[in-house]
């Protein structure tokens, strides 16, 4: 479990995270998602110890990172930013951090073959494509076996088979009990392995929620493509009644603030002839976007007053 | 049991969290366990290798090599050349080569992590980090020190053998021979902490190789510039000065004893080591 508690981070006059606090649980995948620059990584570095929240806590299994015993046991992490020495062998940095724990080699060469990295596993990593210099962060993550996992946009740089790959690991991860924390700048990138979400924008909290919730209200608030015989007076009826109407080039209505069924009865009502009432679904990138975009637009710019 | 198509050794993974065979829950990190880690990175890099070897090389190579040289010219020496030849000096002047690449190596076994990113790794598995600045220090300079100590040994040894032939040469129970070869291995490991320490305080490796270079190469030479008297006076007390003259045999009026000079160079590193320990804890990787 992963708590952090009204955590700020201030780089000089800018802030990267202000008054953060959410709880990631064991047992499912959490997605942590907000715009390139929200502030993701650095609440992933603040949780790992590499940075030093200005004010919060960050814990994980009820202690702050640098007081784990033993960290790679509790926590495996891989962050987006490179981390690995281009020069050493992907099986030399992985038993380097081995070592640090008295990690027996055999488990090195277990997760290697985990992340299919078996038969480049003497080569140099700076010889190594992003994907597989992905696959050698998420072996690094694993090798403590542990019972937490961090990962920063994991799905950067890898093919369509190595995301399913990853996707499965995560889901499986989770079901065997543990907390399995991952961010991401695309919806659809974790939609299909989360359950929980978390979605921060200018390093606020702006939503804390389960997916389907999520889906449920974006879905609510989806806007309804209206054709009917006599456009202006439909647009009039349904502005009345407290929509927002906009008027496409091929004479149907966009109306959002009222729900199809809604729609239909007020036509009825007021004897108008409709020839089409869609609902139009909105994506979940679509919702995540307005969402994010909002709380930015109502936002203090960040600068302290 | 494993849910992982397309991972042959995802089974390992399925057991319950942090109870899989063979690794202990709890196995916690200690300094052993990162002394470990570190001699694994010091000697799986290439470019480390490069150095060491080096380093090596020229301490036992170059003193026999202007031995050679010395001997071949020795009738056309001076007098006061061949009265004041240092047997034991000349047969040590690899050091100013060893030390350079012992330096940059210093240098490198800390920036090249940063460079890289490797540093985050490396504290995400050592997150209290100062156990990591200690390993380092610690496999460096055992490893530097019986590299250049062994180097000085076969350099003091293969040049006295050459310097039979003008029978100038010396036996290892000399005056200072033995504290001149044994000094020469100390200054030099001395160096490369001072460097790893100048490394971990700049984070970058251009930053720290022109601070060693500046502080050990250019403010010797620059000293002379000023008014004797006052150059003199400061001469002493540079890293270079007082550190080196344990490594040689000949004693200056003007500086610290051996031992002295090499306590205040001492004290240099350590200085220098806090100060890095005290930065690398305190500030953000």
């Not at chain 1, 989806?222 to 929509?243: C, N, Q, Y």
């Not at chain 2, 080569?97 to 460079?115: C, D, K, N, P, R």
């Amino acid at each position: 479990m992963i708590e952090v508690r009204g955590v700020s981070k201030r780089y000089g006059e800018k802030v990267a995270v202000e008054d953060l606090t959410f709880t990631v649980q064991p047992g499912v995948v959490t997605g942590f998602l907000g715009p390139n620059g929200a502030g993701k990584s650095t609440t992933m570095r603040l949780i790992l110890g590499l940075d030093r929240p200005t004010e919060g806590t960050a814990t994980v299994a009820g202690r702050s990172y640098a007081d784990l015993p033993a960290p790679l046991h509790e926590v495996g992490a891989m962050l987006e930013a490179r981390a690995i020495h281009t020069g050493r062998s992907a099986r030399n940095h992985l038993l380097a951090l081995a070592q640090t724990h008295g990690i027996p080699d055999r488990r090195v060469d277990e997760v290697l073959d985990l992340v299919g990295l078996t038969h480049v596993a003497r080569k140099r990593v700076g010889s190594f494509s992003l994907g597989m210099g992905q696959r050698l962060g998420i072996a690094a993550a694993l090798l403590g076996d542990p019972h937490t996992v961090i990962l920063d946009e994991p799905a950067n740089g890898l093919d369509p088979e190595g995301i399913r790959w990853i996707r499965t690991l995560l889901i499986d991860l989770a079901r065997e009990g543990r907390t399995v924390f991952l961010s991401s700048h695309l919806m659809s990138e974790i939609q299909q392995s989360a359950e929980h979400l978390i979605v921060i924008g200018k390093g606020r909290l702006i939503e804390d929620t389960t997916v389907a919730d999520f889906v449920a209200r974006a879905s609510a608030d989806a806007p309804v493509r209206v054709r009917g015989a006599d456009p202006a007076a439909l647009a009039h009826a349904l502005t009345a009644a407290g929509a927002a109407v906009s008027l496409e080039a091929d004479g149907a209505l966009t109306v959002t603030g009222l729900a199809a069924e809604q729609i239909g009865e007020l036509a009825a009502a007021d004897g108008l002839v409709l020839h089409e009432l869609t609902p139009l679904r909105v994506t979940l990138e679509e919702a995540f976007m307005s969402r994010t975009h909002e709380a930015i637009e109502y936002q203090p710019t960040g600068v302290p007053v | 049991m494993s849910a992982l198509p397309t991972a042959p050794g995802a089974g390992r993974l399925t057991g319950s969290a942090g109870a899989t065979d063979g690794i202990p829950a709890a196995s916690p990190v200690t300094l052993g366990r990162v002394l470990r880690s570190e001699w694994t990175k010091l000697w799986s890099l290439r470019s480390t290798r490069w150095s060491l070897a080096v380093a090596f090389l020229t301490q036992a190579g170059l003193g026999p090599l202007f031995a050679l040289l010395e001997m071949g010219r020795w009738n056309q020496l001076s007098l006061g050349q061949r009265l004041f030849f240092s047997p034991i000096d000349h047969s040590l002047v690899g050091f100013h080569f060893s030390q350079l690449a012992i330096g940059v190596l210093g240098v490198l076994i800390i920036t090249g992590e940063y460079s890289t990113g490797q540093i985050r790794s490396t504290l995400l598995a050592v997150p209290r980090r100062l156990p990591v600045l200690w390993a380092k220090l610690i496999v460096f300079s055992v490893v530097a020190f019986l590299l250049i100590f062994t180097g000085a040994l076969i350099a003091f040894f293969v040049s006295n053998a050459i310097f039979t032939e003008h029978h100038v040469n010396v036996g290892l129970g000399a005056p200072h021979a033995f504290r001149a070869v044994l000094g020469t291995a100390l200054y030099v490991t001395g160096t490369g902490m001072l460097c790893t320490a100048f490394g971990t305080m700049l984070r970058a490796t251009a930053g720290g190789i022109s601070t060693f270079v500046v502080i050990l190469f250019v403010l010797p030479p620059i000293l002379l510039l000023l008014p004797t008297g006052t150059a003199d006076a400061i001469n002493p007390y540079l890293p270079s000065v007082a550190g080196g003259s344990v490594g040689s045999a000949l004693l200056s009026p003007h500086s610290f004893s051996p031992w002295g000079g090499f306590a205040l160079f001492c004290g240099y590193v350590i200085a220098a080591i806090l100060t890095a320990a005290w930065l690398l804890k305190r500030r953000d990787a």
